[in-house]
């Protein structure tokens, strides 16, 4: 099978899921459809029950009410290996006494599949995951990367519609984890599996993901594209939970046409991305990427500008960070590209920050 792209056909529907252990509620209302080929991440702060969710829908433990169906079909009563699901664990759980190879038929020889077929589709899976030379090696003799593609092997070479992955990449070092994002995006799209893949790092989810599902003490707080929940989140724990971002206080009231304006110490500023309730001022903040700001003069009707003093200067190859204090005396942060030759403000200058206003957004504190 070889599709790269994901249909609209739900394949993982819970409805109103609840998870309690003892008095402890470990997930809320959980509302979630994830379609056949997506790949989808439960991204959240450590505890926040991305874990739990996975380990439900891979029937290693039972909602304590509310619905899960695979496929259309409810699978409350199905025990895990009657379910089409697979799950790779964070420390891979390989067998070490057997070779690469014997460790990916291992699933294959319990099912009772033919010594002709099982070597056949070994080999095939092993040459997805670029592990054919290194057939004939034990697990002990393996990088942590090699492990990594061997249980992704391992799990697929069944053929499961879904593949359910808990911090798989969590053991590897940044540069092999990088790569190792890329070669799953490669291995999904050639066996056409779902991938449901959990983790707590935005950027492994930002660039895996199909949609991202974040998930905030027990409860989905947003489920969207990553570029959506970048630049549109919902809440402020979205927010800043997705890269960084600047958050101006002030009072925000709406008026009739969609308009929000929040006044804050440096002035109002009118915003229309996000919502305050209507009728009288309330608290709220302005959310601006630290990317979307540059040191220029406010050159339309589209801008928002402020004056600020810069405090710090972060030079950091391609990039620097520059720490500011606005004249209202609040502190944000401003991010530019370096180029060859060109000229920065320094320390202690007083500069004009402007941003487009479509960048900005409201939320509530
Ligand atoms: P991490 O990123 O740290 O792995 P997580 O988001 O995967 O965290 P879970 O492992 O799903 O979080 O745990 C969610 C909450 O449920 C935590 O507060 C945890 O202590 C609790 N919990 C998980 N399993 C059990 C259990 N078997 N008994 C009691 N509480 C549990």
Redesign the pocket.
Known sequence: MNRGISSETPLIEMSNGQKK??L?Q?LTNIDLTINEGEIVTLL?P???????LMRIIAGFEALSSGSLKIDGKDVAALPPEKRPVNMVFQRYALFPHLDVFDNVAYGLKVKGVAREERRSRVQAMLKTVQMESLAHRFIGELSGGQCQRVALARALVNGPRVLLLDEPLAALDLKIRQHMLAEMKRIQMETGATFVY?T?DQDEAMILSDRVVLIDRGRIVQVDKPQDMYFRPRTLFAAKFLGETNLFEGKAGASSDGQILLQTPDGPFDITAGAVPMGGAHTAVMSVRPEAMSFRRCASQDDHELEAEIDDVIFSGSRSFFHLVSRGGQKFRVQVQNLPGAELPGTGDMVHVCWRKDSAIILQP
């Open positions: 252990f003892g402890f470990a959240g450590s505890g926040c029950g991305k874990t739990t959990v707590h």
